[in-house]
Antibody
Framework: QVQLQESGPGLVKPSETVSLTCTVS????????WTWIRQPPGKGLEWIAY???????NYSPSLQSRVTISLDTSKNQFSLKLTSVTAADTAVYYC??????????????????WGRGTLVTVSS | QSVLTQPPSASGTPGQGVTISCSGS????????VNWYQQFPGTAPKLLIY???QRPSGVPDRFSGSKSGTSASLAITGLQSADEADYYC???????????FGGGTKLTVL
């Protein structure tokens, strides 16, 4: 059973950069798509980005200019970097594994295993 | 404003059935798979339904998914108090080239 654990700073000042790491255990990072999803307090889920073990990436258009996702297969970890944060970036950040299939413009992507989430608060 | 539209709330009494709707468009639900997630307060979401109607191992058959055109539904039969949670639909959106979620539906078991 794949398990994921997020780690991060908790509190970040406006305009700074927040870096989050997800450690994967119970499975190889050399498979699946590795994803970050966030949830502002009391609100819904928002997909941020995913990275495949090959290194290919995909970003949410609304966050693409401020986000970088990367993979460290030697440590079985993947990471998220979000720049120029504001109060609107305050959220619980989840890492998750995704299975993805596409053929003839039909896409199936679902998030099977999730971390417990880490709260990132942006405040001075 | 979420790309997929869900009712903010739904309710039912123990033993009854309830259906949660998810409305989208031809660029998402109309041409791609739909998944559903269940989330209890303070915990991470859990995959409930994938590929429109498939249940992961361990999900009771009281939960079922369906899709027609650009809309999808999650049906729960034999409601239990333990089913009180938030439910999210999700699909791939071809215009955004990525996954999108509904705004979530809070299910209350009266």
């Amino acid at each position: 059973q794949v398990q994921l654990q997020e780690s991060g700073p908790g509190l970040v000042k406006p305009s700074e950069t927040v870096s989050l790491t997800c450690t994967v255990s119970g499975g190889s990072i050399s498979s699946h798509y590795w994803t970050w999803i966030r949830q502002p307090p009391g609100k819904g889920l928002e997909w941020i980005a995913y990275v495949y073990y090959s290194g290919s990436t995909n970003y949410s258009p609304s966050l693409q200019s401020r986000v970088t996702i990367s993979l460290d297969t030697s440590k079985n970890q993947f990471s998220l970097k979000l720049t120029s944060v504001t109060a609107a970036d305050t959220a619980v950040y989840y890492c998750a594994s995704a299975d993805y299939f596409d053929r003839d413009s039909y896409h199936l992507l679902y998030f099977q295993h999730w971390g417990r989430g880490t709260l990132v608060t942006v405040s001075s | 404003q979420s790309v997929l539209t869900q009712p903010p709330s739904a309710s039912g009494t123990p033993g009854q059935g309830v259906t949660i709707s998810c409305s989208g468009s031809s660029s998402n639900i109309g041409s791609n798979a739909v998944n559903w997630y269940q989330q209890f307060p303070g915990t991470a979401p859990k995959l409930l339904i994938y590929t429109d109607h498939q249940r992961p191992s361990g999900v009771p058959d009281r939960f079922s998914g369906s899709k027609s055109g650009t809309s999808a539904s999650l049906a729960i039969t034999g409601l239990q108090s333990a089913d009180e949670a938030d439910y999210y639909c999700a699909s791939w959106d071809a215009s955004l080239n990525g996954p999108v979620f509904g705004g979530g539906t809070k299910l209350t078991v009266l």
